[in-house]
């Protein structure tokens, strides 16, 4: 594997993550062996954006908050110069029909910017906006209903990631761009009326031309490991190997919300890289 890379981390301007200093995550990806670090903090949301103001509070900064975040990354990036590579990212949400609330909070940065990571953690559902990925009864409780099946709910999302890759697209190519825990829908599979499997393989599939157009790759984001009504990657194997075959790039990311997660199940990672890879079977 040409990198040691953990693409996906949070930092102290995640207000349902933890108040460590990065020093001590990126300490701790240099003790694993990472030659890269990517900082990709959750971006701040339009006012109001989920009807709840204590809920919002805790899923983005403020957008006040946005330049010291840059501000702290630039500072840990030259910290560590020499030692491991930190590169300065955002985890931008897809927002359905806001996407230029997006683009004029990206555009200061553009130049500074290093990692894009794009994803979708909210969709459609009862009262407006809500998560995807807070806790299985607020999910059941604004999509279930909503869309009246569990199907129904998987196609909305994944033709929010169509979206997502579509604006992912019109980001500058100066940026690694990729789509974050692209099965994220998946997250609460387990406490929620079962899945189909089939289509959500056919839904992933159908997006791999328009990954290989755009040049975007995966966000390979393996907390759904700790998730208990998960239990895995947010990358399955055999989507891996298909995009190993097609050239699209594979970001290893911890997700990590504290530091003791940074480079959580890499042995994973490298196994399905690697020996998984040939088999698309999985
Ligand atoms: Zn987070
Ligand atoms: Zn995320």
Redesign the pocket.
């Known amino acids: 594997m040409a990198l040691k890379w953990d693409g996906h981390t949070?930092t102290k301007f995640?207000y349902?993550?933890n108040p460590a200093e990065s020093g001590e995550y990126v300490d701790r990806a240099i003790a694993l062996g990472f030659e890269r670090y990517t900082l990709s903090e959750?971006p701040p949301l339009p006012d109001r954006y989920i009807d709840d103001p204590k809920l919002m509070a805790e899923l983005a900064m403020p957008e006040r908050e946005l330049p010291d975040y840059m501000a702290y990354a630039a500072v840990v990036k030259a910290q560590y110069e020499g030692r491991i590579e930190v590169a300065v990212g955002l985890e931008m949400d897809y927002l359905p029909g806001m996407t230029d609330y997006s683009d004029r909070l990206l555009a200061p940065w553009l130049e500074k910017l290093e990692d894009i990571v794009v994803s979708v953690h909210y969709l459609p559902g009862k009262g407006g906006m809500r998560c995807i990925d807070f806790t299985p009864d607020d999910f059941a409780d604004a999509f279930l209903s909503h869309y009246g099946s569990i199907d129904s709910v998987v196609d909305a999302y994944f033709d929010a990631v169509e979206g997502a890759i579509d604006w992912a697209a019109t980001l500058p190519r100066s940026i690694r761009r990729r789509i974050g825990h692209i099965n994220l829908i998946r997250k609460f599979q387990q406490a929620l009326p079962p899945m189909n499997d089939a289509r959500i393989r056919a839904r992933l599939e159908a997006l791999l031309p328009r990954l290989k157009a755009a040049g975007i790759g995966l966000d390979v984001n393996v907390a759904g490991f700790r998730k208990p009504t998960c239990g895995e990657a947010y990358v399955p194997e055999w989507l891996m190997a298909r995009c190993l075959a097609e050239g699209l790039e594979l970001v290893y990311g911890s997700d990590a919300?504290k530091p003791a997660e940074v480079g959580a199940d890499w042995e994973w990672f490298e196994r399905a890289m690697t020996s998984g890879a040939g088999d698309e079977s999985k």
Do not use: S
Request: glycine share 16%; aromatic share 0%; with cysteine.
């Open positions: 949070h995640c349902h993550g959750h919300h």
